[in-house]
């Protein structure tokens, strides 16, 4: 099943512990993003990759960094985390000209106390 | 940079009423246009995807249109039901920069039956 695969689903971590969240596509896409949602602001993009090794900032970068080193994953890092990082996060997939649409992961919950 | 902007925030309706939601944008440079379906707390479902040449496509009760030239798009919901209670989201892929993906903040829609 072609799928965007985000772990874990649920985390809550304390501030200042270094975290990883991942993110897998299984449809050879080029282009994945990672996007955080927040009540009244909608979804705000964090960083996004038009293809393998080839990363730029979205909206909100300050706090996370991501990379590609290979096509199918794009994980998302918090090295030091604070609660104003709490927020769900999506990963999300496409061709590169966004041909076929784009397709989302379930999301991440994070919670940082 | 590219805004979305989806009207109204939030709509009531009883349930069997036709209804039409909003979202417009300010940079008609785009390569697609998505519709997307989020319950709370959840992943975001892919309704409708209109490419910038088309301009609507059809899926069940669902027809969305675009109207590129004047940065407009409209999702008709026919004949709505409780579970179609959600919120819904526009998001365009746009070509101008980095190609990119913007997100409307949402029509939240309750379905009362």
């Known amino acids: 099943e072609a799928q965007v695969t985000q772990n874990p689903r649920y985390l809550i971590t304390v501030t200042g512990k270094k975290l990883t969240v991942t993110c897998s596509q299984n449809m050879n896409h080029e282009y994945m993003s990672w996007y955080r949602q927040d009540p009244g602001l909608g979804l705000r993009q964090i960083y996004y990759?038009?293809?393998?090794?080839?990363?730029d900032k979205g909206d909100v970068p300050e706090g996370y960094k991501v990379s590609r080193k290979e096509k199918r994953n794009f994980p998302l890092i918090l090295e030091s985390p604070s609660p104003n990082q709490t927020s769900l996060y999506f990963c999300?997939?496409?061709?590169?000209?966004?041909?076929?649409?784009?397709?989302f992961g379930s999301g991440t919950r994070l919670t940082v106390v | 940079k590219q805004e979305v902007t989806q009207i109204p925030a939030a709509l009531s309706v009883p349930e069997g009423e036709n209804l039409v939601l909003n979202c417009s944008f300010t940079d008609s440079a785009i390569y697609n246009l998505q519709w997307f379906r989020q319950d709370p707390g959840k992943g975001l479902t892919s309704l409708l995807l209109i490419q910038s040449s088309q301009r609507e496509q059809t899926s069940g009760r669902l027809n969305a249109s675009l109207d590129k030239s004047s940065g407009r798009s409209t999702l008709y919901i026919a004949a709505s039901q409780p579970g179609d209670s959600a919120t819904y989201l526009c998001a365009v892929f746009t070509i101008t920069g980095a190609n990119n993906l913007f997100f409307g903040t949402g029509t939240r829609l309750t379905v009362i039956p």
């Open positions: 999300a997939s496409s061709f590169s000209t966004g041909t076929y649409g784009y397709t």
């Open positions: 990759s038009m293809n393998v090794e080839v990363t």
